[in-house]
């Protein structure tokens, strides 16, 4: 079923989780033993990332070094597959421009709508490790407005291949990411919120927000977008902060703020047990406040963090 068809037929808030694949060489027990405890909340859907392949230095035995293509986290596609079937929920693969052609991406296209699955999230990915910015592959999209203007297409019956004339329809819902605290290459927000809502015009049917863990923000963005007219559902993602590392690998990595109280909060730990206690009843605070205020769905950026996820879900359910 479609997001959209989700938030609309339902009356409470629903909750939604986002999964990694596992690491390659891990089975897919591995997932399920850590989405298991979180399926007693019945999410309305499970997101799953993809990574893109990482260009590493492999020593050879004469000596010398090669260059080689790794995928660490592979099975985008086929793990949605799997949940799909484990779990009867929906599972939404995040679909990204970097690293494909678009003729590649019609092809995943067409395997997600052969496979059942309904949605999909439309990235553009971030720059590859081993370069400074964004670069699309040579026949790629190089904004997730691109890729969205594909999908859209496909949706239409219109492929790639001008050839071929009556092509079905697929029915993608598709959704998009924004950024309560601007994405870090826009100039500034009002310019970053132009370029959602052309995301939106071009038919994204709901947003998916970057974390942030001060709800005010969220809130002022919610605003702004509908100051813009951008009037589609925008789901909060959120995350909880279980380590003192994350106090400076969260805002270098994801651009965003960690608000006083928090931080202070979590430099007081003398563990990292601790920080998880903070950092749990901090989202927990976040999810109701969240809830009360009235957003269709709390997006739970799972990640290696099942207990603490389950912890604040039910604390809030
Ligand atoms: P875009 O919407 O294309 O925007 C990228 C930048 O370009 C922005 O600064 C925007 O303002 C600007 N821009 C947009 N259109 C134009 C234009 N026409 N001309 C000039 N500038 C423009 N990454 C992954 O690799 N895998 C994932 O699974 C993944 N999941 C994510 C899930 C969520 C909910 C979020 C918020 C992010 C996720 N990301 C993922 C990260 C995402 O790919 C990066 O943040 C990436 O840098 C931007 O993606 P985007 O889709 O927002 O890009």
């Known amino acids: 079923m479609k997001v959209t068809e989700h938030i609309a037929q339902s009356k409470k808030t629903l909750v939604s989780f986002e999964v990694l694949p596992p690491l390659k060489g891990k089975t897919i027990t591995s997932l399920y ?23 590493m230095f492999k020593k050879k035995v004469d000596g010398t070094f090669e260059k080689v293509e790794v995928r660490k986290r592979p099975g985008t596609v086929g793990i949605c597959a799997a949940i ?3 779990y009867r929920v929906d599972a939404i693969p995040h679909l990204i421009c970097g690293g494909f052609t678009k003729r590649e991406t019609e092809d995943a296209l067409i395997d997600l709508n052969f496979l059942g699955i309904d949605n999909v999230l439309v990235l553009r990915g971030d720059a590859a490790k081993n370069e400074s910015s964004f670069e699309p592959e040579p026949d790629g999209n190089r904004y997730a407005i691109d890729l969205l203007k594909q999908v859209g297409n496909l949706n239409h019956g219109i492929y790639l291949d001008e050839d071929i004339l009556n092509g079905s329809k697929i029915n993608f819902c598709m959704g998009v990411a924004g950024y309560p605290e601007k994405h870090f290459e826009a100039p500034n927000l009002e310019i970053d919120l132009q370029r959602l809502k052309e995301k939106v015009d071009a038919g994204a049917e709901y947003i998916m927000t970057q974390m942030f863990f001060d709800n005010s923000k ?16 925008i789901i909060p993602g959120l995350k909880p902060i279980t380590s003192k590392k994350q106090l400076s690998v969260l805002p270098r990595i994801f651009h965003v ?15 990292d047990a601790e920080v998880e206690l903070v950092g749990t009843e901090w989202l927990t605070q976040q999810s109701k406040d969240l809830k009360e205020f009235g957003v269709p769905v709390l997006h739970y950026y799972t990640l290696g ?13």
């Open 33 to 55: 033993e850590h989405l298991d405890p979180l399926m007693e909340f019945k999410p309305s859907w499970v997101n799953v990332t993809y990574h893109r392949s990482e260009s």
């Open 84 to 86: 799909m079937n484990h």
């Open 257 to 271: 703020d960690i608000p006083t109280d928090l931080s202070n909060g979590i430099m007081r730990c003398k563990t």
């Open 218 to 233: 969220f809130y002022a963005f919610v605003k702004a977008c509908k100051g813009i007219g951008i009037n589609v559902p």
């Open 305 to 317: 963090k099942p207990k603490v996820i389950h912890n604040v879900v039910k604390a809030i359910v």
